[in-house]
């Protein structure tokens, strides 16, 4: 035998094996305390807030989204025509596509009129939608306008054109006490 002045000491193993067993005995408490809080965290989420977290699963899954019905054609007693439908259309934006908003509305002014009130109403329904949310820049856009939107959308990226409905009376406020107004619904 060496001694330890003269060589390397005797290895004890029979105390490195009860330090290895502590150590494996503590990282497997540990791991059972992790794995106990883990089970918990999930019983939490899954049983006493299951109701909370499907309802907003379900909203992310579906959007409701208000479609107007299409309204009927209105005559007078010898065949006038008092209210139609003809197709209008929207320009909208969806900001989440939109890198640079103001560089977008400038490409936009490029191609069709757009007047200061569009912007700033623009600007102030931004605000107020969420940002993959449609926001209308222009209404009633000629098929013109249309056309030219259409044929650079290719480099707008959450430029949308937008097609609907809108009530027409051709003989303006004739009999209006009878067929009625459509509007926008107002807060009130």
Same mark, same amino acid.
């Not at 009860?18 to 809080?37: H, M, P, V, W």
């Not at 936009?108 to 940002?131: M, P, Q, S, V, Y």
């Not at 809108?166 to 009878?178: C, F, M, Q, T, V």
């Given at each position: ?19 290895? =067993?502590?150590? *494996? &005995?503590?990282?497997?408490? #540990? ?5 106990? /809080?883990?089970?918990?965290? @999930? ?26 019905? =299409?309204?009927? *054609? &209105?005559?007078?007693?010898? #065949? ?5 439908? /003809?197709?209008?259309?929207? @320009? ?97």
């Amino acid at each position: 035998m060496r001694s330890r002045l003269n060589g390397p000491a005797i290895k004890d193993h029979i105390r490195e094996g009860q330090i290895f =067993t502590n150590r *494996l &005995i503590l990282a497997a408490i #540990g791991c059972g305390i992790l794995l106990i /809080l883990l089970l918990l965290r @999930l019983g939490y989420l899954q049983i006493i807030n299951q109701a909370h977290y499907a309802t907003l699963s379900e909203n992310n899954r579906v959007s409701i989204q208000p479609i107007p019905p =299409t309204r009927g *054609l &209105i005559y007078d007693r010898n #065949g006038v025509l008092l209210a139609q439908n /003809l197709p209008s259309f929207t @320009l909208e934006l969806v900001t989440e596509h939109i890198e640079d908003v103001d560089q977008t509305l400038e490409e936009i002014g490029k191609l069709i009129e757009l007047r200061e009130e569009d912007i700033a109403r623009f600007k102030k329904n931004r605000r107020r939608k969420r940002r993959f949310e449609g926001v209308p820049l222009r209404f009633r856009l000629t098929d013109e306008e249309v056309a030219k939107i259409s044929t650079h959308q290719y480099r707008l990226p959450g430029v949308e054109i937008r097609a609907e409905l809108a009530r027409h009376y051709p003989l303006g406020k004739l009999a209006s006490h009878a067929i009625g107004y459509v509007g926008r619904i107002s807060e009130r």
